[in-house]
C-alpha cells in the first residue's frame, strides 16, 4: 500500500485546513489508518486514529479542534483541524496498518507511511 498526503500549509492561529492521504495498491487489505505528526525536535506522535469500523480516538491536545475520517470508496484519509495553534506546527504523516494473504496462503501484516505533508501555524 502507498499512501500520497496532501493539504499541508501555512496558516495563521485559529484558522483550519484539512490533511488528505491517497491510498493505493492493494487497499482493500487496509484496516486501520492514523494520522501522526513530527514538530522539530520532538518525537513523532500519534495525533487520531480512525479503525475499518468507523471508530476514532484523538490525542487529548486536539481533542474538539481535529476530525479525523476516511472515505473507503475514494480510498481517502482526511483530517479536518480547526482552531490551529502554533504548537500544531509540526510535519503530519498518515499511516495504514492491515493485512492480507498471498497466493500461498501465507498471511502478511504490513504498515505504510506516507511522505509527510508541513503544517505552520503562525501566531
Known amino acids: 500500500v502507498q499512501l500520497q498526503a496532501s493539504g499541508g500549509g501555512l496558516v495563521q492561529a485559529g484558522g483550519s485546513l484539512t490533511l488528505s492521504c491517497a491510498a493505493s495498491?492493494?487497499?482493500?487489505?487496509?484496516?486501520?489508518m492514523a494520522w501522526h505528526r513530527q514538530a522539530p525536535g520532538k518525537e513523532r506522535e500519534l495525533v487520531a486514529g480512525i479503525t475499518s469500523g468507523g471508530s476514532t480516538n484523538y490525542v487529548n491536545s486536539v481533542k474538539g479542534r481535529f476530525t479525523i475520517s476516511r472515505d473507503n470508496a475514494k480510498d481517502t484519509l482526511y483530517l479536518r483541524m480547526n482552531s490551529l495553534k502554533p504548537e500544531d506546527t509540526a510535519v503530519y504523516y498518515c499511516?495504514?496498518?492491515?493485512?492480507?494473504?498471498?497466493?500461498?496462503?501465507?498471511?502478511?501484516?504490513?504498515?505504510?507511511w506516507g511522505q509527510g505533508t508541513q503544517v505552520t501555524v503562525s501566531s
Open positions: 495498491g492493494r487497499t482493500s487489505s487496509i484496516k486501520d
Open positions: 499511516r495504514a496498518t492491515g493485512g492480507y494473504y498471498t497466493d500461498s496462503g501465507e498471511p502478511v501484516q504490513f504498515g505504510s
